[in-house]
């Protein structure tokens, strides 16, 4: 059989390196263009195949059902198995594999609920059927490895070695990196020990790679983009919107901008470079906003300059304020004339007088 049926889907990190757009709210559920990222994910295995998904949760794990219900309206049917005490990747996988009702010999994609990426799930799938492996990773190739794990593969794109997060430049010995999604024979899974912490990356992949287990890489250079911090959170988003990024999610058509349908936008207001406005939210006059995410209910007052920024749901930003490169937690407030740049994170909640902050002189 050459289409995995079944998925698991890892969505339990707390998202730390996200705060604070992940105060209230999980990682996977943070708005891009104009939906929670979890349901990309989702639209994306559902276009190739998959009917059943078991998300494995453990942060905020309460907001996931309300939203998704049993997956009916995505076309799946969708389980949700919530962590007491955190497992780890791999025992995470371990944790849910009673849902499965997978064959032992039948593949299951299991997926990291931060990744953003155009792989080919069934050629993953295909390639893994094709090979008799008993793991498939996708792998991706990126010009600094270091943040990653190397994943070496011989000629026949069999894995090698698994080799964690390089230091020196001899250690990097492969620009492939484990992108975060696999394809397990179902009985392998079986073999992650229960009831304890495991990682996939760290323990299980090298474990079975001692052990004799086939495990085969396949490197796809689509677009790939791993979501762990704001900066990238709000690329991914925009890439999404301008088309750059695939799923069958957006809700609109791809372009320059994405508007939700309450959203009330000023006539002279300039919205590029992927910008989403979110429900109920406002954009006064002469806004110029690039490459930004606006969430639900915030207000952007006229002539504020925003890119590459992150406005948390219920913020405030006031007239003429610049933002680059900025995160605005959910409900705070920053007054007119301030100018925050560079990675700047203004908390939930929080209030900046006009004119307070700047990274200039005020001529």
């Known amino acids: 059989m050459t289409e995995a049926r079944e998925a698991i889907l890892l969505v339990g990190g707390k998202g730390t ?75 995470a996988i371990r944790n849910v594999a009673s849902r499965l009702a997978s064959g032992p010999d039948e593949p299951v994609l ?38 990653f794990g190397l994943v070496p593969t011989d000629d026949s794109g069999r894995v090698t070695a698994f080799l964690e997060k390089p230091q020196t430049p001899e250690e990097i010995v492969t620009d492939q990196v484990n992108a975060g999604a ?36 396949m490197v796809d250079s689509t677009y790939w983009l791993d979501l762990g911090t704001p900066q990238a959170f709000v690329r991914g988003s925009a890439d999404l919107v301008l088309g750059r990024a695939p799923s069958p999610a957006v809700p609109g058509r791809c372009g320059d901008r994405l508007v939700l349908p309450t959203a009330s936008v000023a006539a002279d207001a300039k919205l590029t470079g992927g910008t989403v406005i979110g429900e109920g939210a406002l954009i006064g006059e002469g806004a110029r906003i690039t490459g930004s995410t606006v969430l639900a209910g915030a207000v952007v007052e006229p002539g504020a300059v925003i890119s590459d920024s992150l406005i948390g749901a219920g913020a405030r930003i006031g007239s003429r304020t610049v933002l680059a490169g900025a995160v605005i937690g959910d409900g705070a407030q920053v007054g007119a004339d301030n100018e925050l740049r560079d990675g700047v994170r203004v908390w939930c909640g929080a209030v900046l007088p006009d004119a307070s902050v700047r990274f200039s002189s005020d001529q």
């Open 17 to 91: 390196r996200l705060r604070p757009l992940t105060v209230h709210t999980p990682k996977p559920m943070v708005p891009a263009a104009g939906v929670p990222f979890l349901t990309h994910q989702l639209a994306r295995a559902r276009a190739a195949g998959v009917e059943h998904i078991v998300l494995a949760t453990s942060y905020l794990a309460e907001v996931f059902e309300p939203y998704f219900g049993d997956g009916s309206s995505l076309g799946l049917s969708i389980e949700y198995v919530t962590e007491r005490e955190p497992l780890g990747t791999g025992g």
């Open 110 to 147: 299991i997926f990291n609920g931060d990744i953003l990426t155009g792989l080919d799930i069934r050629a993953l799938v295909a390639s893994h059927a094709t090979s008799g492996a008993d793991v498939s990773l996708h792998l991706a190739r990126v010009e600094d490895p270091r943040a």
């Open 182 to 217: 696999y394809i397990f024979r179902r009985s392998v899974i079986d073999t992650i020990p229960a009831g304890r912490p495991v990682s996939v990356e760290r323990e299980t992949f090298p474990g079975l790679l001692a052990s004799g287990a086939h495990l085969q890489g």
